[in-house]
C-alpha cells in the first residue's frame, strides 16, 4: 500500500518535472533533446532495475562501480581486436561472472554483500587499470557507436531501445513469476524464506548476475558509443543508480521495490538533469536543487507511512474473520 | 530412506549460538565481534608478515608513513562507523563534509590554527546534526539524507568559494609536529580519537545505548530508550570527526578546495567493512573501523613496497579483502551455522 | 481407530548443535488418521525433530521413512512464524502452492485453493493483497496454518499452532485439524496447552531433554503423569502449586484507565488497577484487548480518553516517556522487541536501567553484574548463565529474560502482552510466581491474554472485551470460564 | 612574455545576441571555475549569449550533453573534452551538424583535425619538456648532474599524464642523460593520494641517490612536499618541480619548497579559447591548433604567475 504511494509520488515528481521545464524551456521538447533525454535515461534506467533486483532481495552492489567502467574497457579492447559484437558480448559476460562470484561468495560463506562487493569493486577497478595497461583505450572505429546511436523514431537509438526492452522485461519477470517472488522474500526474510523452500543460494546468484549483466551492458554499450573505456571507479553512476532505486520505493532493508517506481526514480534524475544543463544553470544551483528534491522525499516518507497504515488498518478491520 | 543435509545457510533457529565451550570465547568475543576479531588477527597477521618480507617495510620512516596515510581517513572511518553501530548503515556525505571543512579551516587560519580546527570540527558537528535530525527524528533513510546533505553542502560552498582553492592566511604547523620527534601529530589525534571513541563504546552509557538501538531498536524503545537522539550523536560524532579530518587535511599545505578528501567517504565505508563491523547494526566497535582502515593502507603500502603495479596492486588488494571477508565468513558461520 | 498404516516414521535420529545435544536415538511412528501430540517442556529437542523431518535441517544421523521417497507430502506450520512480512497473503499462501521449478505464477488458478485454505484456517474474509507485515500477530498464526493446509498434505505437522491464539480461534484449528485427521491425515501436534492434548489427541509421545521418554495413546494418560513425564519425577511438586491471592494494598499506586480510544482499535475503555493487583484483560484477536496495554504504554496515537498513574496524566508520553513515568512493559513478540539475541543476558537485563549501573555515564561491570544476578534469580533464571547471549537460550528461558527486563526497572505498573505464549508448564509456573510476588510489592500489574487457564493461576480481575469495548469487570474468584468465554466471544454473559 | 591577451574585436556589432555553448567539465576545481568565468565575462562584454554546461568530468554524461546541445543549434560551441578519446564520436556528430567547435584545454587524442574547427590550450608533451628543463636547470644550479628522480603522476591512461611524462623523460635523457627516473606512482591528480605516492617513493628510492621530484601537477606536488616533509627532508633538499603553477605552487615556490612550476594560466587559456571563438563567430579564418606557449616559473619570475593565481 505504502510502498505503491511511493511509486506513485515518484511518477508525480518525474511528471511534475516533466511539465516543468516543458513549460519554462521552449528547447526542452525539442525531438533532440528528448532523444537526449531517452539515452542518458536508458543507461541510469538499466543500472538501477539491476541494482534494485538485488536491493530487494536484501543486498547490496557496489562492485557496479567497478564493473560499469571495466565493460566499456573490455567493450572497447576486445573491438578493436575482433568486432563490436565480440566486444560487447565479451563485456558482459566479464561482467556476469563478476555477478556470480559476488552472489555465490554472498550465499555461501553468508556474508554481508557490502563486504563482499568492497572487494570486488577494488578487484574490477585494478582488472580495468590492467586491460587499459597504462595506455589510451580507444575503438579507432567509431562510426559503429554512432551507429548504435543513430536515432530510431526520433527519440530512440538502437542502445537506448535494447536497455529500454531489457529494463520492460526484468521487470515484468520481477511482478509476475515465482523468480521474482522469491526475491522479495528472501529481501523480506532469509531465513523464513528459506523454510518456505527458497533457495537462496540461486536467489542471491539470480539477483547479482543480474546486477552485474546489466551493468555490463551499459558499461559495454557506452565505450563503444563514446569509442573509448576509462579506467577508474565510476562512482557517479552508482550513486545515480541508488538515488533512482531509493525515490522509487526500494527499501535498503530488503523486501520492496516496484520496478515501475525505480523506472520512476531514474526518469526524474535524467528529467531534472538534462532540464537543467539544457538551460546552463551552474553547477551549485544542480546540487541545491538535487539536495532539495531528495530532502523532500525523505520529508513526506514519514507523514505518508504513518497515513498508509491507518488506511491499512482499516482495510484489515474490514477484512476481519467472519467468526468475529 | 536416509536424508541428505540441506545447505547450510538454510538452518533457521533464532537459537543459534555457541556450544557451552565457546561460551567463554562468545563472551570475549562481545566487545568486538567475531568478524572483527578475525580481521584484526588477520591484520596482525599480516603486518608481521610484511615486516619479514617486504623489504624496507619495517624502517621507522615508512612505518610512520604508513600511520600518515591512513591517520585522516581513519579518523572519517571511525566516526562512519558510530553511524553504523547505530543502525543507520552509512554517511554518503563524509566526502563532502572532509571538503567544506577544508575550506572552512583555510578561511579561519588567519584567526590561528587551533581556532580553525575548532571551527571545522564545529561545521562537521552542526552539518551532521541537522542530517541526524533528519535521520533520526523524522526516520528518514539515512542513505538519501546523507545524499542529500551532501548535494546541499557542495552546492553552497560552491557558491561562496566559487570552486576557488582558499589559501589560510596563517600558519598550521603545528599540526605537522613530530610528538617527541617519533610521534606525528596526526597520527596521534588519530589513535587519541580511536582510543576515546573505543572507550565510550565499551564503558560509557552513551555507547550502551548507541549499541543496544542498534542491535533491536524495537526492544531498545520498549526498554524505553529513544533512539533519535542517539541517532543524533552518531551523525554528529560522524561530522564532527570528518570536520576534524577536513581540518588536518588542509593543514597539511594551509589550503582548503572542494577536491580535497574526495576519496575519504568511500575509503571510510570500506575501513568499516573491511574492519568486520556488520551493516545491520549493534555489532562491531570503532576500533575495529581504525584496524579496517589499518588493514587497507597496510596492504596498499606494502604492495608498493614489493614493487608491483597499479593495476596489480588494485586485484591484489582486490583479492586479500575478499579473503579476509571470506574467512570471516566461514569462521563466524562454523560457529553459529546461520546466516549473518 | 480404523486407519493404522504408518503415514511417517522416524528412526534412532541423533543431532547436536556443536556440542549440545539436542536429539538423542528418537524413533517415533506417525499413523494415519490420527493426531499425535509431541510433548516436553522448553529445549527438549521437539522443534528439531520436526525441523529435521521437514528437511530444514539435517540428523546427525537415523532416518526419516514416509510413504513418498523425497517427503514432499510432509508440510509443516513453522513455530518461529515463517510467514513472510513484506509479502501480501495471497504470496505467503502461494509459496506453499510453488513447484520447485520456477515459472510464472497462476494467479486466476491458485485463487479458489488459496481462499479456501484461508477460510478453513478461520481467516475467511481477509483482503489477500494486504502485507502480512499488517496484520495483528494471531492472524498471522492463522496465514501460518492456512500456508500449512494450502499444500494439501499427507502428514501435516504444526509446532505450537495455538500458541498465539484465543480459544476461539484455538476451537477453530483443532475443527480444522479434527477433519483433516477424519481425512485419513496424519497429524504431528506440538503444544504446550496441556488441557488440548486431551481433547484432541489419539496418541502422545513426550520428550524431555531430547529422548522420547513416553509414547502411547491418550488414554493412558492424565494431567498428573503427563507433568511428571515432562517434568521428571524431581519438578512435580512446584507446578500444581496454587498462588495466594492475597497481597499487602497499603500505600499502592493506581493506574485510571478513562475513556479511552483509538480509532478502528478499541473505543471508550475505562477501567482502574491499583498496585499489588493482577488485573487481565481478555479478550479474542481483534478485540482491542492487546491494543489496549500497547496504548498504555506509549504505543498508540490515542484519539480521546485519560490513563492516569495516581494524579499523573501518561496517556500523552511516548514509550520512553511512560517508562520514565514508571509503566514497564513486556512485548508479545520475543524475537522481534522482546530480546536482543546477539547480547547478553546482563545486558539484556541492564538496558532498561543504565544509570543506575553506572557512574556519571560511565558503566560499572560489577553493578551491572550484580543486578543482572538479583533479577536472574527473581525470575528463576539460573545466574551462572547470565553471561550467554541470550540467543542461545531456550524459549521459554528468552520469555523469563524479557520479563526480567522489565523488573529491574523496578516499575510502578508492569504492563504484559501474552507473558507466557509458548513457555512450557515448568517455566510457565516460575513467571507466574515471579509476577504474584511482585505485584505484592505494590506494583500494579495489567496483562493482556488469551488463554483462560491463564488468568485462573495469574490475574485478580478480569476485563473481557469484545469488538473494541469492555463488556465487563470481575474478580476471577467470582466467575467461571463459561462466562468469560461467553463474553468475549458474544459480547454479553 | 607570460601573458599572451592582446587586444581584440570585443562588441564588434556582429557578433551580439549570438549564442554560444560552453561544455566543460567542473565548477568545483579552481582552474576549471576560473576558465568559465572568464569565459562568461568575455561574452558578457561580446555580447554573446553563453551557456554554460557541466559533466563533472564524466564523459558519459557529456556525450549526451553534445547531443542535447546539437539540439539547440548555437552559433558554435566551446569544448573542454571530459576525456580526450570519449570526446571523438561526439566531434563527428558536432561535425555533421555543422556545428563550429573551438575546443579547449584538452586536446583530443586523434590526428584526424578536421574533427574541429580550432583548438587551444596546452600540449601535454611541451609542459613535460619545459618541465624536463627546469629540473635539470634547477639540478644543475646546485652541481647535481647525476642522480635519480620520481615522478607522481596524474590518472594512468589519460593522455595528460602519459604525454607529461613522456617530455619530462624525453628531456631528461637529452640534457642531462646522468639523472634517471627512478620511479613514478600515479596519484590521479588528487593532494592527498599525492602524499601517499610519494611517500611510497621515498621510501622505495629515497636511501638512493634521489635528487628530485616530479608531480605532474602543483596539487600533487604539494602532497609530495608534505611527504617529503615527513621523512626529514629539508626544503631546497630535493629539487621539487610541479607544473600549471596553480596556487599551491604560487605559495610553495614563495616559501622555498618547491623550485619550479611550469604556468599554465586559466587566463591564458579561455582567452585564447574565445579569441578563437570571436572568430569563429565572425566567420573570420581561425588557426586549427593553438598551444600556449609553456613558461617555467621559478622564485626569479614568480610575479609572472601572480595573475594566474589572483594574486
Ligand atoms: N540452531 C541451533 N543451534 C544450537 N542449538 C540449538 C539450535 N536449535 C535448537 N538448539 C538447542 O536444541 C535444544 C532443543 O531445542 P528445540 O527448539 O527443539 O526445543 P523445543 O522442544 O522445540 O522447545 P520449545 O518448547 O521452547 O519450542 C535446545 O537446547 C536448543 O537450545
Ligand atoms: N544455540 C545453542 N548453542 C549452543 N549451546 C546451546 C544453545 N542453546 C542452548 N545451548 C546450551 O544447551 C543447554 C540446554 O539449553 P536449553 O536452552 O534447552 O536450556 P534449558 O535450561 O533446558 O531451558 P528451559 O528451562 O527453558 O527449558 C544449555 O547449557 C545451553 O547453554
Ligand atoms: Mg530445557
Ligand atoms: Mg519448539
Same mark, same amino acid.
Given at each position: ?324 | ?340 | ?493 | ?57 564524466? %564523459? +558519459?554524461? *557529456?556525450?549526451?550533453?553534445?547531443? !542535447?546541445?546539437?539540439? #539547440?543549434?548555437?552559433? $558554435?560551441?566551446? &569544448? ?101 627516473? %627512478? +620511479?613514478? *606512482?600515479?596519484?590521479?591528480?588528487? !593532494?592527498?593520494?599525492? #602524499?601517499?605516492?610519494? $611517500?611510497?617513493? &621515498? ?109
Amino acid at each position: 500500500m505504502y510502498w505503491r504511494l511511493r511509486t506513485y509520488i515518484a511518477w508525480a515528481l518525474a511528471i511534475s518535472a516533466f511539465l516543468v521545464f516543458a513549460v519554462s524551456d521552449s528547447k526542452f521538447l525539442n525531438a533532440g533533446n528528448l532523444y537526449a533525454l531517452v539515452q542518458s535515461f536508458a543507461v541510469i534506467g538499466i543500472v538501477s532495475i539491476g541494482l534494485m533486483l538485488v536491493m530487494v532481495a536484501g543486498e547490496f552492489d557496489l562492485s557496479v562501480a567497478g564493473t560499469v567502467p571495466l565493460a566499456g574497457l573490455v567493450a572497447v579492447r576486445v573491438s578493436e581486436a575482433s568486432t563490436v559484437f565480440v566486444g560487447v558480448l565479451a563485456a558482459v559476460v566479464v561482467c556476469g561472472a563478476v555477478g556470480f562470484i559476488n552472489g555465490f561468495v554472498t550465499a555461501r560463506f553468508a556474508l554481508p554483500s557490502l563486504a563482499v562487493t568492497v572487494g570486488t569493486l577494488v578487484l574490477t577497478t585494478g582488472l580495468g587499470f590492467a586491460i587499459a595497461g597504462g595506455q589510451i583505450v580507444t575503438l579507432s572505429d567509431y562510426e559503429a557507436g554512432i551507429a548504435l546511436d543513430s536515432p530510431i523514431a526520433e527519440l530512440f537509438s538502437f542502445r537506448s531501445l535494447l536497455q529500454i526492452i531489457l529494463i520492460a522485461v526484468v521487470g515484468l519477470l520481477f511482478a509476475k513469476t515465482w523468480i521474482g517472488l522469491g526475491i522479495r522474500a528472501v529481501g523480506s526474510d532469509p531465513n523464513r524464506a528459506a523454510t518456505a523452500g527458497i533457495s537462496i543460494m540461486r536467489t542471491m546468484l539470480t539477483v547479482f548476475i543480474v546486477s552485474g549483466l546489466f551493468a555490463g551492458i551499459a558499461g559495454a554499450m557506452q565505450g563503444v558509443s563514446l569509442a573509448a573505456g576509462v579506467p577508474g571507479d565510476d562512482q557517479a553512476i552508482l550513486l545515480q543508480a541508488v538515488t533512482a532505486a531509493i525515490i522509487g520505493g526500494t527499501a535498503l532493508s530488503g523486501g520492496r521495490g516496484s520496478t515501475l517506481g525505480v523506472v520512476a526514480g531514474a526518469l526524474l534524475l535524467t528529467i531534472v538533469s538534462n532540464g537543467l544543463s539544457l538551460q546552463g544553470t551552474s553547477t551549485a544551483v544542480i546540487q541545491l536543487l538535487n539536495g532539495g528534491i531528495l530532502v523532500l522525499v525523505v520529508l513526506v516518507n514519514q507523514p505518508l507511512q504513518t497515513a498508509s497504515k491507518r488506511l491499512l488498518d482499516r482495510t484489515i478491520l474490514k477484512g476481519k474473520p467472519a467468526t468475529v | 530412506m536416509t536424508r541428505t543435509s540441506p545447505a547450510p545457510a538454510v538452518l533457521t533457529d533464532v537459537n543459534a549460538g555457541a556450544t557451552t565451550g565457546r561460551t567463554r570465547i562468545r563472551a570475549l568475543g562481545e566487545w568486538a565481534g567475531d568478524a572483527s576479531v578475525i580481521i584484526a588477527v588477520t591484520t596482525v597477521v599480516l603486518f608481521l608478515i610484511a615486516c619479514l618480507v617486504v623489504p624496507e617495510f619495517a624502517t621507522a620512516d615508512n612505518l610512520r608513513a604508513l600511520l600518515l596515510s591512513i591517520a585522516l581517513v581513519g579518523i572519517a572511518a571511525v566516526g562512519m562507523s558510530v553511524i553504523t553501530i547505530v543502525g543507520r548503515l552509512f554517511s554518503l556525505s563524509v566526502s563532502a563534509t572532509v571538503a567544506v571543512s577544508t575550506i572552512i579551516f583555510a578561511g579561519a587560519l588567519g584567526l590561528g590554527p587551533w581556532f580553525a580546527l575548532v571551527i571545522a570540527v564545529a561545521f562537521g558537528a552542526v552539518a551532521g546534526a541537522v542530517q541526524g535530525v533528519l535521520a533520526g527524528r523524522l526516520k528518514a533513510d539515512p542513505i538519501v539524507t546523507t545524499i542529500a546533505g551532501a548535494a546541499v553542502m557542495i552546492g553552497i560552498a560552491q557558491i561562496f568559494s566559487e570552486g576557488r582553492t582558499v589559501a589560510g592566511a596563517g600558519d598550521a604547523s603545528v599540526f605537522a609536529i613530530n610528538i617527541a620527534g617519533v610521534l606525528p601529530m596526526q597520527v596521534l589525534i588519530f589513535l587519541l580519537v580511536t582510543g576515546v571513541a573505543w572507550w565510550i563504546h565499551r564503558f560509557t552509557v552513551l555507547g550502551r545505548k548507541i549499541t543496544l538501538v542498534g542491535l533491536n531498536e524495537r526492544a531498545a524503545e520498549v526498554s524505553g530508550l529513544r533512539s533519535w537522539p542517539l541517532v543524533i550523536v552518531a551523525f554528529v560524532a560522524s561530522g564532527a570527526l570528518a570536520g576534524l579530518a577536513g581540518a588536518l587535511l588542509a593543514s597539511e599545505s594551509g589550503q582548503g578546495n572542494l577536491q580535497l578528501g574526495a576519496t575519504f567517504g568511500f575509503d571510510a565505508i570500506t575501513a568499516v567493512v573491511v574492519g568486520g563491523i556488520s551493516v545491520k547494526g549493534g555489532m562491531g566497535n570503532p576500533l575495529n573501523a581504525a584496524v579496517g582502515a589499518f588493514l587497507v593502507g597496510l596492504l596498499s603500502n606494502a604492495l608498493v613496497l614489493v614493487g608491483l603495479t597499479y593495476e596489480t596492486q588494485l586485484i591484489v588488494k582486490g583479492v586479500l579483502v575478499l579473503f579476509a571477508i571470506i574467512i570471516t565468513g566461514v569462521a563466524s558461520q562454523a560457529k553459529n551455522g546461520a546466516r549473518r | 481407530m480404523t486407519a493404522t498404516a504408518t503415514l511417517l516414521s522416524v528412526e534412532g535420529v541423533n543431532k547436536s548443535f556443536g556440542g549440545a545435544r539436542a536429539l538423542t536415538d528418537v524413533s517415533i511412528q506417525f499413523l494415519k488418521g490420527e493426531v499425535h501430540a509431541l510433548l516436553g517442556e522448553n529445549g527438549a529437542g521437539k522443534s528439531t525433530l520436526v525441523k529435521i523431518i521437514a528437511q530444514v535441517i539435517s540428523a546427525d544421523s537415523g532416518r526419516v521413512v514416509g510413504s513418498k521417497a523425497d517427503l514432499s507430502d510432509v508440510a509443516m506450520v513453522f513455530q518461529e512464524l515463517s510467514v513472510i512480512p513484506d509479502l501480501s497473503v495471497r504470496e505467503n499462501v502461494a509459496l506453499s502452492l510453488r513447484k520447485a521449478r520456477n515459472g510464472v505464477i497462476p494467479k486466476k488458478a491458485q485463487e479458489s485453493r488459496i481462499r479456501e485454505a484461508l477460510t478453513s484456517a478461520g481467516l475467511g474474509g481477509i483482503d489477500l493483497d494486504v502485507p502480512v507485515e499488517a496484520l495483528p500477530l494471531a492472524q498471522r498464526q492463522l496465514l501460518e496454518i492456512a500456508r500449512g493446509l494450502a499444500s494439501n498434505a499427507e502428514t501435516l505437522i504444526l509446532d505450537e499452532p495455538t500458541a498465539t491464539l484465543s480459544d476461539v480461534e484455538i476451537r477453530r484449528v483443532h475443527d480444522v485439524v479434527r477433519s483433516l485427521a477424519a481425512e485419513g491425515r496424519a497429524i504431528v501436534y506440538i503444544t504446550h496447552r496441556l488441557a488440548e492434548v486431551f481433547e484432541l489427541s489419539n496418541r502422545i509421545t513426550v520428550m524431555r531433554a531430547g529422548k522420547v521418554v513416553a509414547n502411547g495413546p491418550t488414554s493412558d494418560f492424565d494431567m498428573a503423569s503427563l507433568v511428571t513425564h515432562m517434568l521428571g519425577a524431581e519438578h512435580r511438586a512446584g507446578v500444581v502449586e496454587i498462588f495466594d491471592n492475597t497481597f499487602d494494598p497499603g500505600g499502592a499506586r493506581t493506574l485510571r484507565v478513562k475513556a479511552l480510544s483509538v480509532a478502528n482499535k478499541f473505543n471508550d475503555v475505562s477501567f482502574e488497577v491499583c498496585g499489588g493487583e493482577v488485573t487481565a484483560l481478555f479478550g479474542q484477536i481483534g478485540s482491542g484487548a492487546d491494543e489496549v496495554v500497547r496504548a498504555i504504554v506509549g504505543y498508540s496515537n490515542l484519539d480521546s480518553g485519560s490513563v492516569r498513574l495516581d494524579e499523573h496524566e501518561i496517556s500523552g508520553l511516548s514509550r520512553h516517556g511512560s517508562q520514565k513515568a514508571g509503566v514497564s512493559y513486556v512485548s508479545a513478540d520475543r524475537v522481534i522487541e522482546g530480546v536482543f539475541l546477539t547480547a547478553s543476558v546482563v545486558r539484556n537485563l541492564t538496558s532498561g536501567v543504565l544509570p543506575s549501573v553506572s557512574r556519571g555515564g560511565v558503566l560499572t561491570n560489577a553493578k551491572e553484574i550484580a543486578l543482572a544476578k538479583s533479577v536472574a534469580s527473581r525470575v528463576t533464571f539460573d545466574e551462572s548463565r547470565v553471561r550467554q547471549p541470550v540467543g542461545s537460550l531456550s524459549g521459554g528461558n528468552q520469555q523469563k529474560i524479557a520479563i526480567g527486563r522489565a523488573l529491574a526497572t523496578n516499575p510502578a505498573v508492569l504492563v504484559l502482552n501474552e507473558p507466557t505464549r509458548g513457555v512450557d508448564i515448568g517455566a510457565r509456573s516460575g513467571i507466574y510466581r515471579a509476577l504474584r510476588k511482585l505485584a505484592s510489592r505494590n506494583v500494579a500489574v495489567v496483562v493482556y491474554s488469551s488463554d483462560v487457564v491463564e488468568l485462573r493461576e495469574l490475574a485478580d480481575n478480569v476485563i473481557t472485551m469484545f469488538r473494541g469495548k469492555t463488556v465487563s469487570e470481575h474478580r476471577v474468584t467470582s466467575v467461571t470460564d463459561a462466562q468469560l468465554v461467553s463474553e468475549i466471544l458474544n459480547g454479553t454473559a | 612574455s607570460s601573458s599572451s591577451t592582446t587586444p581584440r574585436a570585443s562588441g564588434s556589432s556582429d557578433v551580439t545576441g549570438m549564442k554560444v555553448t560552453l561544455l566543460t567539465v567542473s565548477q568545483s576545481c579552481a582552474y576549471c571555475a576560473t576558465h568559465t568565468d572568464e569565459l562568461k565575462a568575455d561574452a558578457q562584454k561580446a555580447g554573446v549569449d553563453l551557456t554554460v554546461v557541466v559533466n563533472e568530468f564524466d %564523459a +558519459g554524461v *557529456q556525450a549526451q550533453q553534445v547531443n !542535447q546541445v546539437i539540439s #539547440t543549434k548555437p552559433d $558554435a560551441v566551446i &569544448l573542454w573534452a571530459a576525456d580526450a578519446t570519449a570526446i571523438l564520436p561526439s566531434l563527428a556528430r558536432l561535425k555533421s551538424a555543422k556545428i563550429p567547435v573551438v575546443l579547449t584545454n584538452t586536446h583530443p587524442q586523434t590526428d584526424d583535425t578536421s574533427l574541429w574547427t580550432a583548438y587551444t590550450g596546452p600540449d601535454d608533451t611541451d609542459y613535460g619538456r619545459k618541465a624536463g628543463e627546469a629540473m635539470v636547470t634547477a639540478l644543475k644550479a646546485k652541481g647535481q648532474t647525476s642522480g635519480s628522480v620520481v615522478v607522481v603522476t596524474g590518472v594512468p591512461g589519460t593522455p595528460g599524464a602519459i604525454n607529461r611524462l613522456k617530455g619530462f623523460t624525453e628531456t631528461l635523457e637529452k640534457d642531462a642523460p646522468q639523472v634517471t627516473i %627512478a +620511479g613514478t *606512482q600515479n596519484a590521479d591528480w588528487d !593532494q592527498t593520494k599525492g #602524499t601517499t605516492a610519494a $611517500a611510497a617513493l &621515498l621510501t622505495l628510492y629515497g636511501k638512493d641517490d634521489l635528487v628530485g621530484i616530479y608531480a605532474e601537477a602543483d596539487n600533487m606536488l604539494a602532497g609530495a612536499i608534505v611527504a617529503a616533509d615527513r621523512a626529514g627532508y629539508k626544503p631546497g633538499d630535493l629539487t621539487m618541480v610541479g607544473s600549471n603553477c596553480s596556487i599551491e605552487g604560487y605559495t610553495n615556490i614563495e616559501s622555498g619548497a618547491q623550485q619550479a612550476s611550469v604556468l599554465l594560466s586559466p587566463y591564458d587559456d579561455a582567452s585564447l579559447a574565445w579569441q578563437a571563438t570571436l572568430k569563429v563567430l565572425q566567420g573570420d579564418d581561425v588557426a586549427n591548433e593553438t598551444f600556449i606557449p609553456p613558461v617555467v616559473i621559478t622564485n626569479l619570475n614568480l610575479a609572472d604567475c601572480a595573475a594566474a593565481v589572483d594574486k
